[in-house]
């Protein structure tokens, strides 16, 4: 049974900083490229960022370049979205999900290409 268990979220205020970790078990986590997705109150699920199998290549939507970062530990089974410089815009419920079919090398930004899902962590940034 895989399950994937985010951890870290939290409340913060704008400028700050949080940690979001994403600790997978049932899978073969380096066989999995990972993403990380966000759903704010009354919007759709939307991509964040997302890491290949190596961790050599990553991808972010336009709006937390700079400031986020995607990492990976496969020895860990664990991937990491470190937020920094948070804006009230980035409230939402965080998700990890895991691509454990597409054989590309470069991670995806579409939702539908991930076919496990965490239950998501709230992180809430005050202005």
């Known amino acids: 049974q895989v399950q994937l268990v985010e951890s870290g979220g939290g409340w913060v205020q704008a400028g700050g900083s949080l940690r979001l970790s994403c600790a997978a078990s049932?899978?073969?986590?380096?066989?999995?490229?990972m993403g990380w997705f966000r759903r704010a109150p009354g919007k759709e699920r939307e991509f964040v960022a997302a890491i290949n199998r190596s961790g050599g290549r990553t991808i972010y939507k336009d709006s937390v370049k700079g400031r986020f970062t995607v990492s990976r530990d496969n020895a860990k089974s664990t991937v990491y979205l470190q937020m920094n410089g948070l804006k009230p815009e980035d409230t939402a419920v965080y998700y990890c999900?895991?691509?454990?079919?597409?054989?590309?090398?470069?991670?995806?930004?579409?939702?539908?290409?991930?076919?496990?899902w965490g239950q998501g962590t709230q992180v809430t940034v005050s202005s």
């Open positions: 999900a895991a691509d454990s079919k597409s054989w590309a090398v470069v991670p995806s930004n579409e939702l539908a290409q991930y076919d496990y």
């Open positions: 049932g899978l073969t986590f380096s066989m999995n490229k």
